[in-house]
């Protein structure tokens, strides 16, 4: 069984992954064919980006609460990356958060087991983590259990529990399982924090906080992570934090008027602390894996069609 679980760390086989049609699905897609891996999109709606069908991507119809079509979507696959998640922008429902994002991670590693895939890469996110932590906060730092208080956020809550669950599975059915927790992911896909960034920036006056550090990381980036860590058997049974450069968010409303991003004539910074940060140490020491500069990937942000929110 060592053996196999070697054999299976790589991308030149087939990846299942869950959530292809989505935002970081797409990214992942990518990175992953860039590297000659055959791609299986295990998705709910096969026909939400037709695009992926001519770039070579095998689309399977599935969904999160059922395992049983999951187990026939991840057939024949080498590893599978478990991705597709319940965002907190539209649905802030405690129930709804932990019945997709938790009940669904159970459904998609009994899945796995019951497909012969070993290989599971998970993606968490660095919302799991629980109460005040020291700043950068490694991976060493508890995640939120059960007994966390009814104000917790639903989605950090779910995405805590979800992954306490996998690493709980992994043990049972000896699963070579890695799981990566990335900060704010933006890029060209998403339609959860750039529309509210770009709507922002357009005002007549855009208004941004000058003393608020709050960590982004361009999903390119999480991608390559993803990737990474498939290629490292370094990476079995180890978390990663995935974000990007520390910087406040005016200084990335600068980069994104330098990039070419439309933001109104005037903008007037304002005074609103807040600090957060995130050791990635581990990632860049183990993987190999570095985020690009902010400047870069915005422009990459604006250069790729189609985008839900406009310049």
């Known amino acids: 069984q060592r053996r196999r679980a070697q054999l299976q760390v790589g991308v030149n086989g087939t990846i299942a992954l869950t959530g292809a049609t989505g935002f970081l699905g797409r990214y992942i897609v990518c990175a992953l064919a860039a590297r000659g891996a ?6 709910r709606n096969p026909d939400k980006v037709p695009a992926l069908v001519a ?35 539209r649905n802030w429902r405690r129930a709804d958060h932990l019945r997709t994002n938790v009940r669904g991670t159970e459904n998609v590693l009994a899945a796995a087991v019951a497909a012969g895939v070993r290989r599971i890469v998970h993606v968490s996110s660095v919302s799991a983590y629980a109460g005040r932590a020291p700043i950068p906060v490694s991976e060493d730092h508890p995640l939120l259990g059960e007994d966390a208080g009814r ?46 960034f770009v709507a922002l920036a357009k005002l007549p006056i855009a208004v941004m906080p000058a003393c608020t550090w709050l960590p982004m990381v361009y999903a390119g980036d999480v991608a390559e992570a993803v990737a990474l860590a498939l290629e490292k058997p370094v990476a079995i049974g180890r978390a990663y934090n995935v974000a990007g450069e520390d910087m ?64």
């Open 38 to 43: 055959r791609v299986v999109g295990v998705v």
């Open 55 to 89: 770039e070579g991507v095998e689309l399977r119809r599935a969904d999160l609460a059922e395992p049983d079509l999951l187990a026939r979507g991840f057939a024949g696959a080498d590893a599978v990356v478990s991705n597709a998640a319940l965002l907190p922008v």
């Open 151 to 196: 104000l917790t956020p639903a989605y950090g809550l779910s995405k805590a529990l979800a992954e306490r669950r996998a690493w709980q599975l992994a043990r049972e059915h000896r699963l070579a399982l890695t799981t990566l927790r990335p900060c704010l992911i933006y890029g060209a896909f998403d339609t959860n924090f750039m529309p509210i």
């Open 248 to 311: 406040s968010v005016w200084r990335f409303f600068r980069a994104w008027r330098e990039a070419g991003g439309r933001s109104a004539r005037l903008a007037l910074p304002v005074p609103f602390p807040y600090r957060r940060a995130y050791d990635t140490t581990r990632a860049r020491a183990e993987l190999g894996w570095r985020s690009r500069p902010v400047d870069e990937a915005l422009r990459e942000t604006l250069a790729l069609e189609p985008r839900p929110w406009r310049r």
